[in-house]
T-cell receptor, first 114, second 115 residues
Framework: ETGVTQSPTHLIKTRGQQVTLRCSSQ?????VSWYQQALGQGPQFIFQ???????GRGNFPPRFSGLQFPNYSSELNVNALELDDSALYLC?????????????FGQGTRLTVV | DQQVKQNSPSLSVQEGRISILNCDYT??????FLWYKKYPAEGPTFLIS?????DKNEDGRFTVFLNKSAKHLSLHIVPSQPGDSAVYFC??????????????FGKGTKLSVKP
């Protein structure tokens, strides 16, 4: 059973605003990865945090940033929102880097930018 | 080039029959593949995986076949059940580029199993 929780579940923002999405990782997991899933697409890797440090980044602009806290929970921040940022944002937690089979996904945050 | 492709957006099968979901990839260096299942309003859930040293991996009703020469894998579900109705994603860990180990996903195939 996944223990990854994301908040909020749904969010509507206006273009140009900033948004913060939160992820609580499964107990004992020290790695969090964030993915963006646009409509009709598979999840796209945004970045990964391992022990509070960014540990890899996908092809996303700097206005996508993140944090990982000492309890391994994480935030995804997006500045200057654009209409194309509308998507489902998923976080996945795992133990250690690259342990993809043990990565558990949260239910996602549905972001709509209007 | 590191791509994973699922060219069938949807598949409909009758309950009890076999479901075959297909996936192609572009880089012969991929050495591990995963299938995830996703229900609406839930995150993806790991289903089954296969290493490139194998050509088949089976787990209950789910079997994944890997054809390395064709750079193709498929997920077989036998027998299909209505509860299998979901979106299925094929994925592979990225090989290089500063984010090793993170997943490259296909676009997914929506499976509908009709009673």
């Amino acid at each position: 059973e996944t223990g990854v929780t994301q908040s909020p579940t749904h969010l509507i923002k206006t273009r140009g605003q900033q948004v913060t999405l939160r992820c609580s990782s499964q107990s004992g997991h020290n790695t969090v990865s964030w993915y963006q899933q646009a409509l009709g697409q598979g999840p796209q890797f945004i970045f990964q945090y391992y022990r509070e440090e960014e540990n890899g980044r996908g092809n996303f602009p700097p206005r996508f940033s993140g944090l990982q806290f000492p309890n391994y929970s994480s935030e995804l921040n997006v500045n200057a929102l654009e209409l194309d940022d509308s998507a489902l944002y998923l976080c996945a937690s795992s133990l250690g880097q690259g342990s993809v089979t043990e990565a558990f996904f949260g239910q996602g945050t549905r972001l709509t930018v209007v | 080039d590191q791509q994973v492709k699922q060219n069938s957006p949807s598949l409909s099968v009758q309950e009890g029959r076999i479901s075959i979901l297909n996936c192609d990839y572009t880089n012969s260096m991929f050495d591990y593949f995963l299938w995830y299942k996703k229900y609406p309003a839930e995150g993806p859930t790991f289903l089954i995986s296969i290493s490139s040293i194998k050509d088949k991996n089976e787990d209950g009703r789910f079997t994944v076949f890997l054809n390395k020469s064709a750079k193709h894998l498929s997920l077989h579900i036998v027998p299909s059940q209505p509860g299998d109705s979901a979106v299925y994603f094929c994925a592979a860990p990225r090989l290089y580029g500063g984010s090793q180990g993170n997943l490259i996903f296909g676009k997914g195939t929506k499976l509908s199993v009709k009673p």
